[in-house]
T-cell receptor, first 114, second 111 residues
Framework: DSGVTQTPKHLITATGQRVTLRCSPR?????VYWYQQSLDQGLQFLIQ???????AKGNILERFSAQQFPDLHSELNLSSLELGDSALYFC?????????????FGSGTRLTVV | QKEVEQDPGPLSVPEGAIVSLNCTYSNSAFQYFMWYRQYSRKGPELLMY????GNKEDGRFTAQVDKSSKYISLFIRDSQPSDSATYLCAMSGNAGNMLTFGGGTRLMVKP
């Protein structure tokens, strides 16, 4: 157990629907990062939050949004889902703003859009 | 050109072989270097961490950094089938910078 908790582990939904993925960072970590990983693809950075505020944005679609709550857990909202959104979504956390000590990853949420 | 380049593989080796995994990078500000191991459909886990240049050894794993060549390596001695995974390099500059990941190299160790 890495200490980063992601729920749900699996999600199957239809095109056009909206889903919410949840992440609880490791205790003491203030930064949360969201990554998307399609089959046999590398990690695609989506967005970073630090202590409740958005810090960096990557290749995140306008249909996707995220937030970090006062208790530091984060949610990634995916709407108007398309077949191409099927992927593994990872959450990672780190102590500070950056990654000099590395990130700790959760086990991911597998999203299947049918 | 990507900031961090990594051969995607797959790299297939027999059990017991020495494996060399490599990354090249273009940003000379990078000074914190990491290797992650990702088993199929699992989250990446931090395997090795090095700061600046030099070597670091941990069991069968050795991480090597050559900042002058902007080149980092991970060596696995006596490779085992359980080492079959995707290996991602990652690096960062200053404390406020995010990690930049390579695309990963898929390793297959055959019994």
């Amino acid at each position: 157990d890495s200490g980063v908790t992601q729920t749900p582990k699996h999600l199957i939904t239809a095109t056009g629907q909206r889903v919410t993925l949840r992440c609880s960072p490791r205790s003491g970590d203030l930064s949360v990062y969201w990554y998307q990983q399609s089959l046999d693809q590398g990690l695609q950075f989506l967005i970073q939050y630090y202590n409740g505020e958005e810090r960096a944005k990557g290749n995140i679609l306008e249909r996707f949004s995220a937030q970090q709550f006062p208790d530091l857990h984060s949610e990634l909202n995916l709407s108007s889902l398309e077949l191409g959104d099927s992927a593994l979504y990872f959450c990672a956390s780190s102590v500070g703003l950056g990654g000099i000590y590395g990130y700790t990853f959760g086990s991911g949420t597998r999203l299947t859009v049918v | 050109q990507k900031e961090v380049e990594q051969d995607p593989g797959p790299l297939s080796v027999p059990e017991g072989a020495i494996v060399s995994l490599n990354c090249t990078y273009s940003n000379s500000a990078f000074q914190y270097f990491m290797w992650y191991r990702q088993y199929s459909r699992k989250g990446p886990e931090l395997l090795m961490y090095t700061y600046s240049s030099g070597n670091k050894e941990d069991g069968r794993f050795t991480a090597q950094v050559d900042k002058s060549s902007k080149y980092i390596s991970l060596f696995i001695r006596d490779s085992q089938p359980s080492d079959s995974a995707t290996y991602l390099c990652a690096m960062s500059g200053n404390a406020g910078n995010m990690l930049t990941f390579g695309g990963g190299t898929r390793l297959m160790v055959k019994p």
